[in-house]
């Protein structure tokens, strides 16, 4: 009971508003953060496993980058050294990233695998190449049936 300040003997009313939350979404809220804990347990196991993946997508993309953006061999040959050089800061900045934020993200996408949606799926939409490509492609059949 809560006492009012201008009034010592009169009582003030206090609605004491708790939502109670159905057994089902308890125990969903629960296994939530259960299995947040799991990937994060799983996290600090497998560090060096993570790192490794780190480096090797690193590899891979910076050469890719590149050799698909840099025309002249004497620029490709030094951005190839300077990227084997920041590949330390590169892996401690992306390994921070990943430990922070790749639990919920695995989380909520594993969640997002077994919930029961009632909304419809939205399909993507086709791309404008794609719908450009699907019209000639018709009038294309159209001008060969005329034909026959």
Not at 46 to 65: P, Q
Not at 113 to 123: A, E, L, N, Q, V
Request: glycine share 2%; proline share 4%; hydrophobic share 40%.
């Amino acid at each position: 009971m809560v006492l009012s300040r201008s009034n010592q003997n009169q009582p003030v009313q206090v609605a004491k508003y708790v939502p109670k939350l159905s057994e089902v979404k308890r125990l969903e809220i629960e296994q939530k953060k259960n299995v947040m804990l799991l990937v994060e347990n799983m996290m600090e196991r497998e560090e060096a496993t993570f790192k490794m993946v780190i480096d090797s997508l690193y590899d891979v993309g910076s050469l890719n980058l590149i050799n698909k953006k840099i025309p002249l061999k004497f620029l490709k040959s030094l951005l190839r050294l300077v990227v084997k050089l920041a590949k330390t800061i590169f892996r401690s900045i992306a390994f921070y990233w990943v430990k922070n934020n790749t639990p919920e993200l695995i989380t909520n996408w594993l969640i997002g695998k077994i919930m029961i949606s009632t909304k419809p799926k939205k399909r993507p939409m086709k791309s404008n190449k794609k719908l450009a490509k699907n019209a000639q492609q018709k009038k294309y059949r159209k001008k060969e049936s005329k034909k026959k």
